[in-house]
């Protein structure tokens, strides 16, 4: 089981070219997309779950294609959008039962029980028989996951499922995800850093509807193996600092100013190595793109 996407370009009416020739290979677990707004995400996942048409290119759910096979692929995933409405007087259970009637799952025994156990996979069994509109925004975020699981997916696409939440549900719908994703493909997209690096294997980096990265969080580390550094500067230095030096963060501690710097060699009489994280990298991705397009 595998998603694989080759040369998938997409460019809406009016021109804009929102994917620009992705070829990217998805097994399974979590799966995490990753980038700015704008940069292709919705677009991606929206033809991954067959409700978008690609402009050029392809792309294949376990060997179908999602052109010719729309209804077998819709079969085997789930989606949730970022959009996600909801009636607010109806409750929990009735709001599944309306999304199940549309999915045509017309047995009445059968719906119940797949009902039941999706709002127990999401940990929403207790709030069965209240109404939405008292839900928080991580409740209705896991009510609409409840959604997407509704005919037992192997593939879940869950769009910036965490945008919006407090720490404390943003904690709790990574782990679910994370759950989830025992023998399925789940893919998440996020602009947040830290959701990809505690819930994804493997992820993406997405800009401008290209492919920056795809792979294991280690292997985007490597690449600045023996390159991260901090150096503890006063105030007034910053500026010649940010001069000098790729800076990848600024943080202020009890004693005065840190920056996380990513150089070849370390010059600064107050800098010392450290190990490269997440954050290192993507910003050290995004800004090879961005001084690349400059020379385009
Ligand atoms: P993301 O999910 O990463 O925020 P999107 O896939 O939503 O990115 O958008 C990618 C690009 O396509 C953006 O420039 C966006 O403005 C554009 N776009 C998205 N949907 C449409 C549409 N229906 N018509 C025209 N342009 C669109």
Redesign the pocket.
Known sequence: MQIDIRGLR?V???G????EGLDLTIPPGVFG?L????????????ILATLLEPSAGDAYIDGRDVRRNKAPIREMLGYMP?EFGFYPTLTAYETLDYFALLCRMNDPKQRRSRIRESLAQVNLEQLAERRVGTFSGGMKRRLGIAQALLNDPRVLIV??PTSGLDPEERIRLRNLLAELAGGRIVIL?T?IVSDVEITSERFAI?H??RLLFSGKLADLLARLEGRTWIIDIEEEELTRVREQFFVTGVFRSATGMQVRVIADAMTHPRGYSTSPTLDDGYVATMRQEAELSAVD
Do not use: C, I
């Not at 804009?16 to 994917?19: P, Q, T, Y």
């Not at 980038?35 to 929206?46: A, I």
């Open positions: 997409k809406y009416p009016g804009v070219v929102a994917l997309l980038g700015p707004n704008g940069s292709g995400k919705t677009t991606l996942m929206r970022q769009d910036e997209s602009h997405l401008e509807g």
